[in-house]
């Protein structure tokens, strides 16, 4: 392909419904590169929530249900120097890929959304995204998978037999995946996660024990709840790590102090972030993309 297929995002309800098949050759044709840049480091804007009716951003419930203004903010933050890569869904990942957005960009694919945000079967995390063959066949270049585990629910037994599957057929691919693992319980019939220093750490031991082989397996982790329990949490597992940045309320600040000491830690590589960045305070995506980036 010469251009984007999808010269703005109002070309790409006409793209899908005339030419489906813009998807793969636009996947075929897009520039790849390593994971891990020149700089050693990852900055990876995450946008994969719609999938899991996770919409919510600050007290606005239905935030990010505009898809051409979620695509927008997103072409900016990937458009922004020091920005590696995009974690989505597959539908964000393919306007993505006709507007031209992904090229030499790391492309991430998400994995389980079957857990819903506030369902009955949350914790029953099925894989309804991106299957390894299909990030394979699209050229992408890793998975990502969210692993919950509540000791008193059964579901989640069945998230945790499938994620160690999916390590195995990652593997297989030689393609890196991505495991976001919380230790959480019900509290008035909500879901709480738990960032206590013995709860993160408990999450990392089990997800790096997933699976026949590791060696495809990388971690993304919450900061703690007391920031100064990181360097300890971390030394849970050997594998490479990123930082989850989870939404920031109010002034972001304190957040990026955090941010800032955990990624001076040797087995942390990166940042992935996403509402924050996309859905700033102050509107402004450039400048809380550029802090972020700076902080690496």
């Known amino acids: 392909m010469s251009g984007p297929a999808a010269g ?3 070309d790409l309800v006409r793209l899908r419904a005339h030419h489906p098949e813009a ?3 636009a996947a075929g044709a897009r520039r790849r590169r390593p994971l891990i840049g020149p700089t050693g480091r990852l900055m990876i804007i995450a946008a994969d929530h719609p999938a899991r009716g996770a919409l919510a951003v600050g007290d606005d419930a ?3 249900a505009d898809r051409f203004d979620l695509l927008e903010r997103l072409c900016l933050a990937l458009s922004r120097p020091g920005v590696d890569g995009v974690l989505a869904g597959a539908d964000v990942l393919e306007d993505l890929l006709l507007l031209g957005a992904l090229e030499d960009k790391v492309v991430i694919g998400s994995m389980n959304r079957g857990g819903l945000a506030g369902a009955a079967f949350e914790l029953d995390d099925r894989f309804t995204g991106h299957r390894p063959a299909d990030l394979s066949r699209h050229g992408f270049d890793a998975g990502k998978l969210l692993l919950r585990i509540d000791r008193d629910d059964p579901g989640s ?3 945790l037999y499938t994620a160690a599957r999916t390590v195995d ?5 030689r393609l890196p995946l991505f495991i976001e693992p919380f230790l959480c319980h019900r509290a008035g019939g909500a879901l709480r996660t738990d960032l206590s220093a013995a709860a993160v750490t408990t999450s990392i031991a089990v997800a790096s024990g997933l699976g026949g082989t590791s060696a495809y397996t990388w971690l993304k982790v919450p900061v703690t709840e007391d920031p100064e329990d990181m360097a300890r949490v971390m030394q849970a597992s050997t594998l490479p790590a990123v930082l ?5 309320r109010g002034d972001p600040g304190p957040a990026y102090e955090r941010w800032r000491a955990a990624l001076r830690l040797p087995t942390v590589q990166g940042l992935v972030v996403g509402r924050s960045l996309l859905y700033p ?3 402004d995506v450039a400048r ?3 802090t972020a980036v700076g902080l690496l």
């Open 8 to 10: 703005s995002t109002a």
């Open 23 to 25: 998807v793969a050759v």
């Open 62 to 64: 239905y935030a990010m």
């Open 157 to 159: 037994l069945e998230t």
């Open 169 to 173: 057929e990652m593997a297989a691919h």
């Open 244 to 248: 989850l940045g989870g939404e920031v």
């Open 281 to 283: 305070a102050d509107g």
């Open 288 to 290: 809380a993309v550029d």
